[in-house]
C-alpha cells in the first residue's frame, strides 16, 4: 500500500508501506484532524473574528485622548445647538457644505465682509460655550 507525504516545501512524495503501517498512520491522521478540530471550536481566532465584523479595541489607542476628544465633541455639539438656525446654517455652508465666503455672500446678496463678522460672532458664541 502506498502512502502520501507532503513536505514543508510543497514537494509531495509517495512511499510504498506495509498495511498494518499505512492503518497505523491513518490513524493517527485522524486524532491530529480531531484534535486540531478541538481546539478549532474551543477558540475564536482574532483574524476569524476580524472577519465576522467584531471590533476589538486597539490597544495602542490612547483612552484618555479618545475620551477627551469625545467630550469636546460633545460640548462642540451641544454649542452648536445653541446657534440661531440662521447661524447654524451659516456653519453648515463653510464647513460641510464647503462653500466660500465669496459664495455665500452671493447667494445672500451681503458683502463678504458681513459672512466674516457672522462669523467672528459665531466663534465668539461657540467659543463662550465651550469653556
Known amino acids: 500500500m502506498k502512502i502520501r507525504y507532503e513536505f514543508l516545501t510543497g514537494k509531495v512524495v509517495e512511499i510504498e508501506v506495509s498495511e498494518g503501517f499505512a492503518e497505523l498512520s491513518a490513524t493517527i491522521d485522524k486524532d491530529i484532524y480531531n484534535s486540531d478540530r478541538k481546539e478549532t471550536r474551543r477558540h475564536n481566532s482574532i ?18 485622548a479618545t475620551t477627551e476628544k469625545r467630550h ?10 445653541q446657534l440661531l438656525p440662521r447661524q447654524k446654517d451659516l456653519v453648515w455652508k463653510v464647513y460641510f457644505e464647503e462653500m466660500s465666503l465669496v459664495e455665500i455672500a452671493r447667494d445672500e446678496n451681503v458683502t463678504e ?6 462669523l467672528k460672532k459665531i466663534y465668539k458664541k461657540l467659543k463662550k460655550s465651550m469653556s
Open 47 to 64: 483574524d476569524g473574528m476580524h472577519e465576522a465584523g467584531v471590533q476589538l479595541a486597539d490597544p495602542t489607542a490612547d483612552i484618555a
Open 72 to 81: 469636546r465633541n460633545e460640548k462642540l455639539y451641544n454649542a452648536i445647538n
Open 113 to 118: 465682509a458681513a459672512i466674516r463678522n457672522r
